[in-house]
């Protein structure tokens, strides 16, 4: 089996001060996050940026001030941007985060109900998107609240806006998306081409356990607050504890942890991207 990559989703749009004192929202916090996440065994992140007031931004100045932080705490780790729409809806606002050339960016594949919106993401939309991880040859992780997502990403590769292997994240157990059970992941999973990675991102109490099951089934692992609030125990959790928990299973389990530079590999991401970011920097 693969070594296992672990991401960890530290802010997200959603979770605040009033809900978890954890929750890293500044650039500087999640910096300083984001390095006790590399300790704790994480070789990627996925990251979203809040304003000063601690709202969800698609600001190119966060984002920009985010990465340069981070690069300088924790220089190895693979960085993932958010292009979700929670921070805005606007096409070119949404396109931001990947051009300023991460390693890699999320990308959902079709809309869903999420507590309290429609998450749109309309046909016209995964074009245009798409058409601009393929311009900057950034790498997408592909975002799949529902079964269809998938078959509108495997549209855009015939389209040849998105380039084979693919790279998907399965984010189950939120209102409104598929509930986040070890027969959906299996069910998922199985619905992949050949070639493909994939890695879960289980919501609340769904997180441990289908991380737990995708340790098994040979796929990787997302955890952090964006998805989770607590460990298993009810108590509030930082990042580093739920990526440690996870390295710990894996390892009970006699699977091995991905460095950054093996998850490069496995995830087929082009090593000379590594620093793009840095150019994008003012
Ligand atoms: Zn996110």
Redesign the pocket.
Known sequence: MEKLIVTA?LT??VPHRDMTPHVPLTPSEIAADVRRCADAGASLV?I?ARDQKGKPTLEKAVFQETARRIKTLAPDIIIQL?T?ARAGREWEARATPVRLLPEMA?FTTGSNNLPGIVYENAPDFLLFLAGVFQETGVKPEIEIFEAGMISNALFLQQKLLLTPPLHFDFVLGARGAMPGTVKNLVFLADSLPSGSTWTVAGIGAAEIPLATAAIAMGGHVRVGI?DNLRLPDGTLATNAQLVDIVITIAQTMGRDIASPDEARRILSLDPKNKDRILTQID
Request: glycine residues 22%; without cysteine.
């Open positions: 989703a997200g749009n996925h979203h958010s979700g999320s964006e």
